[in-house]
């Protein structure tokens, strides 16, 4: 009697025991069990301007974690870091810290001013992201819209890192969700370009064309492995102008030696594809996203170099 008694007694503390190590849960609103929430520190200054903040998202545990930055879209004057869907919950789940960014807006956040923005955030998170459980050697971009032509010009052009203190090879590889404009020229030499265009890029050729990634692309620069997804577009019909431009970009990183591919995710349209994100139903974005990742973080950070020589 006795021994039993003793048996039991051992057996419940060592199931509470792995209960009280086991990460906190919460509900799901639908019945079910999730993983909590990550931890978000708000409003983190990494610059002086009012702009220049960030969030970051934290999983449980220890890590170093690999790092997500995301850039937000919104046609370059609208947006903010705090929409993010379901990406922080997402890569949580993943072990992934996640950090959203700010940055100028239009007016005062005319080219160069946004993508100078999104080089001294970069630069700031591998600078400070170990105190976060992050590991800087593990840091990727991601951007929708807008902020996926700033994440593909940062990651193209080195002179915005390296004003920062840093240079391209911090950046193990780029997300980009479903931006045109690769090519600014090309959309502003349209019949009907959209004024928005002009606003931020303004209307002399050599700036335009300076702000466009693909003009950046060359062998031997350290330039990231790219992920280009692309969508139909606004509306219901598909707009191929979509799928050429982000197939143009991919085909000129190849040719450069640099890793890229391209998701056709015309089964959905601008917005769909920014708030899909994270999805578990998500297979063809998010799983292509995850599989890609996955594959470049089982690479070395110095294998890069060698693969586009």
């Known amino acids: ?132 459980g992050g590991d800087p050697d593990a840091l990727f971009i991601m951007g929708h819209s807008a902020g996926a032509h700033l994440a593909g010009l940062v990651a193209t052009d080195e002179r915005y890192l390296k004003q920062a203190g840093k240079s391209l090879s911090v950046i193990r590889g780029v997300v980009a969700l479903d931006t045109q404009a690769w090519d600014i020229p090309e959309l502003i030499d349209r019949p009907s370009p959209a004024p928005t265009y002009v606003r931020v890029f303004g209307d002399d050729p050599d700036v335009q064309r300076d702000a466009s990634p693909i003009t950046h692309v060359a062998a031997d620069r350290d330039i990231p492995p790219f992920l280009i997804c692309y969508t139909r577009g606004m509306r219901r019909t598909t707009n191929p102008r979509r799928r050429q431009q982000a197939e143009a970009f991919a085909a000129a990183l190849r040719k450069a030696g640099v890793e890229a591919r391209t998701v056709d995710a015309t089964d959905r349209n601008h917005g769909d594809i920014n708030r899909r994100l994270g999805s578990p139903d998500d297979e063809r974005v998010t799983g292509a996203m995850q599989m890609f990742l996955d594959a470049l973080l089982e690479q070395s950070p110095n294998d890069r170099s060698s693969d586009n020589s």
């Open 1 to 132: 009697m006795k021994s039993t008694l003793l048996a039991t007694i051992v057996t419940l503390t060592l199931l509470c025991s792995v209960w009280l190590s086991m990460p906190p849960l919460a509900a799901d609103g639908k019945g079910g069990r999730r993983a909590v929430r990550p931890v978000r520190h708000r409003d983190i200054a990494y610059g002086t301007h009012r702009s220049q903040r960030l969030d970051i998202y934290v999983p449980p545990g220890t890590g170093p974690f690999p790092v997500m930055v995301y850039i937000h879209g919104g046609g370059w004057q609208i947006g903010d870091k705090r929409g993010v869907q379901k990406k922080p919950a997402y890569f949580s789940e993943q072990g992934w810290v996640f950090v959203s960014i700010n940055y100028r807006l239009l007016p005062e956040g005319r080219h160069p001013a946004n993508v100078s923005d999104v080089a001294a955030a970069i630069a700031w998170v591998h600078d400070h992201i170990r105190r976060y």
